[in-house]
């Protein structure tokens, strides 16, 4: 096992290419991986719409308008928004690099 681990690390030195087997599952994994980061930023913009619909902040200081619970709402709102949009810069990036694939890299 142990020399089978260094086989391949010297073959991937040396320029040779990877076994046949491995560049579709890396390929297959990054696809799977940028979808689990779309359904992140899916989650992250659900979240965020029903928290909008239902007041966002005004429900931790009182019933009134005040200067801290419009804050914590835009807080929060700028916060989700970042997440859901880091989520799917990184989904994007993952699905590019498993469609694209290291042919058209070189």
């Known amino acids: 096992m142990i020399e089978e681990r260094h086989n391949f690390r010297s073959a991937q030195l040396a320029g040779m290419p990877p076994r046949p087997g491995l560049i579709p599952m890396k390929r297959a994994m990054f696809l799977i991986g940028g979808l689990c980061w779309f359904l992140f930023a899916l989650g992250f913009g659900c979240f965020l719409v029903q928290y909008v619909a239902q007041g966002a902040g005004l429900q931790f200081f009182g019933l009134g308008f005040s200067s801290g619970s ?6 929060h709102l700028v916060g989700m928004v970042m997440a859901s949009g880091l989520c799917f810069a990184i989904g994007v990036g993952l699905c590019a690099h498993g469609i694209v694939g290291e042919k058209a890299e070189e």
């Not at 419009?70 to 807080?75: A, D, H, Q």
């Open 70 to 75: 419009v804050l914590t709402g835009l807080v």
